[in-house]
């Protein structure tokens, strides 16, 4: 079984910056696409950004292109979305997920919320 757990999340101000955390155990392979998905009230489910197991390559949503960074740790079995110039259209539910496919997740964590206010 995997469990996909996110952390990290919270209250900042426009401008500022917040990492989260995704920490990954169960029956997970390294070779997996991670991804972060987020969703704001009353909007779609977005991708947001993914990083592939089999090459390392990452993705990036045209919105945050530039001011997010994904990274993952296998060692560690924990992806990383750094993000910057925080704005309040930034603000929603987190997600990270994971799957063979990056367009395709298998499995899902609970999320963390974000919110960028002043």
């Known amino acids: 079984q995997v469990r996909l757990v996110e952390s990290g999340g919270g209250s900042v101000q426009p401008g500022g910056s917040l990492k989260l955390a995704c920490a990954a155990s169960?029956?997970?392979?390294?070779?997996?696409?991670m991804s972060w998905f987020r969703q704001a009230p009353g909007k779609e489910r977005e991708q947001v950004a993914f990083?592939?197991?089999?090459?390392?390559?990452?993705g990036y949503a045209d919105s945050v292109k530039d001011r997010f960074t994904v990274a993952r740790d296998n060692a560690k079995n924990t992806i990383y979305l750094q993000m910057n110039s925080l704005t309040p259209e930034d603000t929603g539910m987190y997600y990270c997920a994971s799957g063979l496919d990056c367009l395709d997740m298998d499995y899902w964590g609970q999320g963390t919320q974000v919110t960028v206010s002043s």
């Open positions: 169960g029956d997970i392979l390294s070779s997996n696409c």
């Open positions: 990083v592939s197991g089999r090459s390392g390559g990452t």
